[in-house]
């Protein structure tokens, strides 16, 4: 069984900065990739960042220059970390995985709970 803990949301002042971590555990042979998708009330499910385990790194447009994703093969763990928040970035952050459990396995991808950000003056 695998699990994806998030943390660190929370609320802010437009203009602030968060810092949001997901920590999988359980049983993970390897890691392909990690990644953030976020839901505001009403819209679709989006894409916010992602990363390979090679390290390489995937924005929305409307959060490049502000957000930067880091992480995954130290401790199995992916960072968030958010500048300049503006209120449209208000949403439900679900953090994600794509994840092989064994060697004779594919992979698969699993999902956090997700952790409220507000931001609001």
């Known amino acids: 069984q695998v699990q994806l803990v998030e943390s660190g949301g929370g609320l802010v002042q437009p203009g602030g900065s968060l810092r949001l971590s997901c920590a999988a555990s359980g049983s993970i042979f390897s890691i392909n990739a990690m990644g953030w998708y976020r839901q505001a009330p009403g819209k679709q499910r989006e894409l916010v960042a992602s990363?390979?385990?090679?390290?390489?790194?995937n924005y929305a447009d409307s959060v490049k220059g502000r957000f930067t994703i880091s992480g995954v093969n130290a401790k199995n763990t992916v960072y968030l970390q958010m500048n300049s928040l503006k209120p449209e970035d208000t949403a439900v952050y679900y953090c994600?995985?794509?994840?092989?459990?064994?060697?004779?396995?594919?992979?698969?991808?699993?999902w956090g709970q997700g952790t409220q950000v507000t931001v609001s003056s």
């Open positions: 994600t995985a794509v994840i092989r459990t064994s060697y004779y396995t594919g992979t698969r991808d699993y």
């Open positions: 990363i390979t385990s090679a390290g390489r790194t």
